[in-house]
């Protein structure tokens, strides 16, 4: 019964690590990799490195996209668009 309660305290230290480290990277992870394969032509994008775009072609032999910028068209792996700036990007403007 000792050596329970010994590893007790890492038990707790790992299931408090999962919960509130690990879980949450997966699902997120999850979720940008949702938002890569549901890319479509026309979206416009930000990519994780600042460039503002517009997708105009998708390529799903090696996981990349074009995308459109004023400067020209450059490819990219789908890996490389922020999810979360390319949402809020499309997202509907809150009017005051």
Known sequence: MEAL???LPFIAIFAVMYFFMIAPQMKRSKQEKKFASELTRGTRVITKS???????????????CVIETLAGKIK???SA????????????????
């Open 50 to 64: 600042g460039m503002h775009g517009k997708v105009v072609e998708l390529n799903d032999k090696d996981n990349s």
């Open 76 to 78: 990219f792996d789908r």
């Open 81 to 96: 668009i922020s999810m979360e700036m390319s949402n809020k990007l499309n997202a509907p403007a809150v009017v005051k």
């Open 5 to 7: 309660g010994s590893f």
